[in-house]
């Protein structure tokens, strides 16, 4: 389980326990180890398996020192300090305290005590002002930064602070929640060193150093290496993040990780910890989104995205195994909005999106990256799986609008009268869905494959094979259609709390 937790400064996920596992060898070469007791020509043979198997790694050198590359960049670093209005549980990074009533952790014997005695005979709490500290780093010599979003956000007076002291006003130009970007500019400035985004993507094991302002340190550097590309954290940010051991703590929110040529790789955003301190597991936003975004910001102040209209999915190896597709790759439309480009388009639910002008579709998270950076009005060519073929269809995009979060569909209400239950023969049973489509699931079998594949009581199935059942007959009937056709995998659309999903379920006696 994972939570995410926001501050001004800081960006971080907590874990309740954290798993590590570590590989010890001797040194650079790998083997196969062999049997004590082989004889002469087990040994001929096991000398040959362990000659295919070594791995030879290159010789590497790693600089002897940073101080260079330090020197080179740390002017177009700064430090990026707020002033703000938040509501009054809006809490800094140290304790708060409420007319001198002190807040404390909910497992101190005390704070029952003080809490009878907080706001007593006073109106509720008034907005207040608080200060702030992050990163940010300059993209061009005339006075624009980047940093976090999270870190300007709210903000009513904006501070650069540079490495040598000074210090100047910045006005907000864009902010981008969706990524967590913003950019703000200095005015009057015409020689202000800046630093280049990078234009090739790190490899993991490659070297990074972040610079910041962590804890109100300006100036700080911290060094490691690329742990992972492609991470995804969560959150409303589509976007795969690139992962650093490097230290980032408070206030590196926003700084930039550089690689040896001096250009940015990656812009600080999160970290994962168990107590809101580093432990060598940051995430940043890489350099080719960070490029893109700050286009927009500078020239917009604002970001368009292209919008296609579906509600998708990830293609698991049941799902590709339902449709007969030989890789589980691509996006499974869960449902096509009506009136969107999709809908208007012909895409419907139970295609599987596998490309995007020519360019091969891996996942939902994929598609979304794809399409947001399409401009509105641009028309691409979307290659779809559907009844065991492929087909392209051309697809006008819109502009995506921000949406509430509150939009999801709800669960049509069921009435008092509740139809006699079926047991199916894949351990599901089934009741009409009297206040709506489908058949609701009133029951699982434990022991059969559909309870391992997340099946749940409550649940409403929708559709089997893209054929929609309303009754627990059809339901079996489709089940049994599936099995006549020699599928061993059937393609479920259930739906939950307003949410469609797409469930490969194979097939067996119960």
Same mark, same amino acid.
């Given at each position: 389980?994972?939570?995410?937790?926001?501050?001004?400064?800081?960006?971080?996920?907590?874990?309740?326990?954290?798993?590590?596992?570590?590989?010890?060898?001797?040194?650079?070469?790998? &083997?196969?180890?062999?049997?004590?007791?082989?004889?002469?020509?087990?040994?001929?043979?096991?000398?040959?398996?362990?000659?295919?198997?070594?791995? %030879?790694?290159?010789?590497? /050198?790693?600089?002897?020192?940073?101080?260079?590359?330090?020197?080179?960049?740390?002017?177009?670093?700064?430090?990026?300090? $707020?002033?703000?209005?938040?509501?009054?549980?809006?809490?800094?990074?140290?304790?708060?305290?409420?007319?001198?009533?002190?807040?404390?952790?909910?497992?101190?014997?005390?704070?029952?005590?003080?809490?009878?005695?907080?706001? +007593?005979?006073?109106?509720?709490?008034?907005?207040? *002002?608080?200060?702030?500290?992050?990163?940010?780093?300059?993209? %061009?010599?005339?006075?624009? !930064?980047?940093?976090?979003?999270?870190?300007?956000?709210?903000?009513?007076?904006?501070?650069?602070? &540079?490495?040598?002291?000074?210090?100047?006003?910045?006005?907000?130009?864009?902010?981008?929640?969706?990524? =967590?970007?913003?950019? #703000?500019?200095?005015?009057?400035?015409?020689?202000?060193?800046?630093?280049?985004?990078?234009? /090739?993507?790190?490899?993991?094991?490659?070297?990074?150093?972040? #610079?910041?302002?962590?804890?109100?340190?300006?100036?700080?550097?911290?060094?490691?290496?690329? %742990?992972?590309?492609? +991470?995804? @954290?969560?959150?409303?940010?589509?976007? %795969?993040?690139?992962?650093?051991?490097?230290? $980032?703590?408070?206030?590196?929110?926003?700084?930039?990780? &550089?690689?040896?040529?001096?250009?940015?790789?990656?812009?600080?955003?999160? @970290? !994962?910890?168990?107590?809101?301190?580093?432990?060598?597991?940051? !995430?940043?936003?890489?350099?080719?989104?960070?490029?893109?975004?700050?286009?927009?910001? @500078?020239?917009?102040?604002?970001?368009?995205?292209?919008?296609?209209?579906?509600?998708?999915?990830?293609?698991?190896?049941?799902?590709? =195994?339902?449709?007969?597709? *030989?890789?589980?790759?691509?996006? #499974? #439309? /869960?449902?096509?909005?009506?009136?969107?480009?999709?809908? *208007?388009?012909?895409?419907?639910?139970?295609?599987?999106?596998?490309?995007?002008?020519?360019?091969?579709?891996?996942?939902?998270?994929?598609?979304?990256?794809?399409?947001?950076? *399409?401009?509105?009005?641009?028309?691409?060519?979307? /290659?779809?799986?559907?009844?065991?073929?492929?087909?392209?269809?051309?697809?006008?995009?819109?502009?995506?609008?921000?949406?509430?979060?509150?939009?999801?569909?709800?669960?049509?209400?069921?009435?008092?009268?509740?139809?006699?239950?079926?047991?199916?023969?894949?351990?599901?049973?089934?009741?009409?869905?009297?206040?709506?489509?489908?058949?609701?699931?009133?029951?699982?079998?434990?022991?059969?494959?559909?309870?391992?594949?997340?099946?749940?009581?409550?649940?409403?199935?929708?559709?089997?094979?893209?054929?929609? $059942?309303?009754?627990?007959?059809?339901?079996?009937?489709?089940?049994?259609?599936?099995?006549?056709?020699? +599928?061993?995998?059937?393609?479920?659309?259930?739906? +939950?709390?307003?949410?469609?999903? &797409?469930?490969?379920?194979?097939?067996?006696?119960?």
């Amino acid at each position: 389980m994972r939570s995410t937790f926001f501050s001004r400064s800081r960006r971080w996920i907590g874990a309740s326990a954290l798993a590590v596992i570590i590989g010890l060898s001797g040194g650079a070469t790998f &083997f196969v180890a062999t049997s004590h007791n082989a004889t002469a020509e087990d040994a001929n043979v096991a000398a040959k398996v362990q000659q295919a198997a070594q791995i %030879s790694a290159p010789t590497i /050198t790693a600089p002897v020192s940073f101080a260079d590359l330090v020197d080179a960049v740390k002017p177009a670093v700064v430090s990026i300090v $707020v002033q703000a209005t938040g509501p009054a549980d809006d809490a800094s990074d140290g304790g708060s305290f409420n007319n001198g009533i002190p807040d404390l952790p909910d497992d101190n014997p005390l704070k029952h005590f003080f809490d009878q005695f907080r706001n +007593r005979g006073q109106q509720a709490p008034h907005p207040h *002002k608080y200060m702030a500290a992050g990163s940010g780093f300059a993209i %061009s010599a005339d006075g624009y !930064f980047v940093t976090n979003n999270h870190v300007v956000k709210d903000a009513t007076k904006v501070t650069v602070q &540079f490495s040598n002291g000074d210090e100047k006003p910045a006005t907000i130009v864009g902010t981008d929640e969706k990524t =967590d970007l913003a950019v #703000v500019k200095v005015d009057g400035l015409t020689n202000q060193p800046f630093v280049k985004l990078a234009d /090739t993507a790190p490899r993991v094991g490659d070297w990074v150093m972040a #610079v910041g302002n962590p804890f109100g340190l300006g100036g700080t550097v911290t060094a490691g290496i690329v %742990s992972a590309l492609n +991470r995804d @954290i969560g959150g409303a940010s589509d976007d %795969s993040y690139m992962q650093i051991d490097a230290a $980032v703590n408070s206030g590196n929110s926003g700084g930039p990780d &550089f690689n040896l040529k001096g250009e940015v790789v990656g812009v600080n955003t999160a @970290i !994962f910890s168990p107590n809101g301190g580093s432990v060598g597991i940051a !995430f940043a936003i890489p350099a080719s989104t960070v490029k893109q975004i700050t286009t927009d910001l @500078i020239k917009n102040g604002s970001v368009t995205r292209g919008f296609l209209g579906v509600g998708i999915q990830d293609v698991t190896r049941d799902i590709a =195994d339902s449709v007969g597709l *030989k890789e589980a790759k691509g996006a #499974v #439309v /869960t449902e096509a909005t009506k009136d969107s480009p999709a809908d *208007k388009a012909g895409i419907k639910s139970g295609d599987i999106i596998t490309a995007v002008d020519g360019d091969q579709i891996d996942d939902a998270r994929a598609l979304s990256r794809t399409i947001g950076g *399409k401009a509105p009005g641009t028309t691409v060519q979307v /290659t779809i799986w559907r009844d065991g073929a492929s087909q392209t269809l051309s697809v006008k995009l819109d502009t995506l609008k921000a949406t509430s979060g509150n939009d999801n569909k709800t669960q049509p209400k069921q009435d008092d009268t509740t139809p006699a239950p079926v047991q199916s023969s894949v351990g599901l049973t089934l009741v009409p869905n009297s206040g709506g489509d489908g058949v609701l699931i009133q029951a699982i079998d434990q022991d059969s494959v559909a309870a391992s594949k997340g099946f749940a009581v409550g649940d409403t199935i929708l559709e089997v094979d893209n054929k929609a $059942v309303n009754t627990p007959k059809a339901f079996q009937t489709a089940i049994d259609a599936v099995k006549s056709s020699g +599928r061993s995998t059937a393609l479920i659309k259930a739906q +939950r709390d307003g949410q469609s999903r &797409f469930i490969g379920l194979p097939l067996s006696d119960k």
